[in-house]
């Protein structure tokens, strides 16, 4: 995920991280196959968790992820 640019809009296609840690992204709306639109590369890496419907790609819950977290989420540019 962290080589999309600013404003790149990717789906999740799996995250390549313990049990535990893929529990709390899912809590957090990081599930997959959710849209997701990159916000801000780097640390924290920001994104946000497109609501769906008309104009997805402009936004919904934005969260902050450390870059060692966000570097094992693997997404597929929409």
């Known amino acids: 995920m962290t080589q999309l640019s600013r404003g790149q809009v990717a789906t999740l296609e799996m995250a390549d991280l313990d049990a535990e840690s893929r529990e709390s992204l899912r809590a957090m709306g990081l599930r997959p196959e ?45």
């Open 34 to 78: 959710c849209a997701l639109r990159m916000c801000k590369r780097g640390e924290p890496c920001i994104v946000s968790v497109c609501t769906g419907g008309e104009g997805a790609a402009a936004g919904g819950c934005r969260i902050a992820l450390a870059k060692r977290l966000a570097d094992h989420l693997h997404v597929r540019p929409c």
